[in-house]
């Protein structure tokens, strides 16, 4: 049943959204008894190791990027058992998976990062080898995918590698409009529809920016100015670049902080399109409130948490009207969440440990 809370002389509907699991596998930490339709994991002092990235997850496909052990696993929803797995050249699959008779693609050289499913391809980024380096001697903080992006975490180089049918011939997509295919920090790599595939990334020394592909060619760099950057007694930073479902276009979030406290004092929202100024959409000085999504109208979504138990949504319109809510309740133990995003069809995802299950549920 929906509920109502009143805001000024407004009210708003929540409507409470139900999870529906998309991919349960069970733990498992002993790779002589593992299977494939299994998740093997190490335990150390009590906690979890070896757990995947980040799943990639477009359409009824599902992959799974297993950094610790240099592979990707696919899997479609609501079936445990894997449909192919990824891995680099001259590497042998961990176990469950080398004696399960799952078809396999190989890779370039590497270390494999973030993976993301197309329509018809397949994005896997490949970490390089520092010269004297093997692939399994990288450092762990440089496998793993940042989501968010603290200034001062540095990843070691990488390419995205594109499979653009099954078993074709990988290809490079390029980083820049320079032609180089070389990123230095890959934050987010989303599917979108009618064929584009939008990749969060920071130039060496230089701000997020997005970039837009339609079928695996670059067409945009999408960026926020320099001159938004300046207000005075305050300091700004880019928070978030967020694409418009299965548009060329995107919503850019600014956060203005005091430079005493670094407190966040307000934030701003603008559509960036290319070839034209930034537009201011909405401005806001609400601290608990975050923006986590575009919407396909033009609109936003803000998250605010409420005591860990829930998340609601705040939905508003193109031009900053609010217009209603959704809401997660976090069920059961909070720390069994391990992850709350969207992908690029507005489709809103959790990561949940529970009773010894590795799962991927999405919110409906």
């Known amino acids: 049943m929906a509920l109502t809370f009143a805001s000024g002389c407004a009210r708003f509907k929540i409507n409470d959204l139900q999870p529906s699991v998309l991919l349960a596998l069970p733990l498992h930490n002993n790779p002589y008894q593992a299977k494939a339709d299994h998740l093997l994991v190490s335990v150390q002092e009590g ?12 359409e009824n496909r599902i992959l799974l990027p297993l950094p610790e052990k240099n592979l990707v696993v696919e899997f479609s929803e609501g079936n445990a058992t894997p449909e192919r797995i990824y891995l ?12 399960a008779k799952i078809k396999a693609t190989r890779l370039p050289a590497g270390q494999v990062g973030q993976a993301v499913p197309l329509e018809e391809a397949t994005i896997i980024q490949l970490y390089g080898t520092a010269a004297g380096k093997k692939a399994e001697e990288i450092e762990p903080e440089h496998r793993m995918p940042a989501i968010l992006f603290p200034e001062s975490m540095e990843q070691m180089g990488s390419e995205l590698i594109a499979l653009p049918a099954e078993d074709a011939k990988p290809l ?15 934050w987010q790599i989303l599917a979108g529809e009618n064929d584009l595939l939008y990749v969060l990334h920071s130039p060496k020394g230089g701000r997020p920016v997005l970039n837009v592909y339609h079928e695996l ?23 978030a670049i967020l694409p418009y479902r299965g548009k060329n276009e995107a919503l850019a979030s600014l956060v203005l902080r005091k430079k005493n406290s670094f407190e966040p004092a307000e934030r701003a929202l603008y559509r ?7 537009e201011e959409i909405y401005r806001y000085d609400e601290k608990e409130d975050l923006p986590i999504w575009s919407r396909e109208n033009g609109g936003f979504l803000l998250a605010h948490d409420e005591d860990g138990t829930a998340m609601l949504l705040k939905i508003f319109g193109p031009d900053g009207d609010y217009e209603n809510n959704n809401r997660i309740r976090y069920e059961g133990l909070r720390e069994s969440y391990q992850d709350t995003f969207f992908n690029a069809e507005d489709r809103l995802f959790s990561i949940r440990l529970m009773r010894g299950v590795y799962e991927v549920i999405e919110w409906k």
């Open 47 to 58: 906690a979890l190791y070896d757990l995947p990235a980040r799943p990639g997850v477009f």
């Open 88 to 99: 680099p050249e001259n590497s042998t699959p961990a176990a469950p998976y080398r004696d």
């Open 172 to 186: 490079k997509l390029l980083a820049d409009e320079t032609g180089s295919t070389s990123f230095t920090q890959v």
């Open 217 to 239: 060619q670059l067409q945009n760099v999408l960026s926020v100015p320099d001159s938004l950057f300046v207000a005075k007694d305050l300091s700004v930073e880019l928070e």
């Open 272 to 278: 960036l399109r290319p070839n034209a100024d930034p």
